[in-house]
């Protein structure tokens, strides 16, 4: 198990998730994270500290917020929810890295 690449153990840990009865517990944490955590803080700085651009980068957060929450209803796959989460954060953060540097 120590010799395996990150790809490896990534594909690994995904088809568990999948698989296992574990999946539904990896939503509700996606979902968790992303409405209680991710999308209020942004959404709290925006407002906050308003630079002009608050409008548009609180309709893309609640716009990707939602894509987590039809993708995790939906049932779609855990590897696709996954990416989506990540991107979603990453693009949270982009534009809060934004927000603070304007």
Do not use: K
């Amino acid at each position: 198990m120590l010799d395996l690449n990150w790809r490896t153990r990534y594909n690994n840990s995904i088809s568990l998730l999948e698989t296992g009865d574990y999946r539904f517990t990896v939503m509700v944490a996606m979902l968790i994270i992303q409405s209680c955590i991710i999308t209020p803080v942004s959404l709290l700085i925006f407002q906050y500290f308003d630079f002009g651009y608050s409008d548009i980068f609180a309709g893309i957060a609640v716009v990707s917020f939602f894509a987590v929450l039809v993708s995790n209803l939906g049932l779609l796959s855990v590897r696709f929810c996954m990416r989506l989460f990540a991107v979603n954060l990453l693009i949270h953060l982009v534009m809060v890295a934004i927000h603070f540097l304007h």
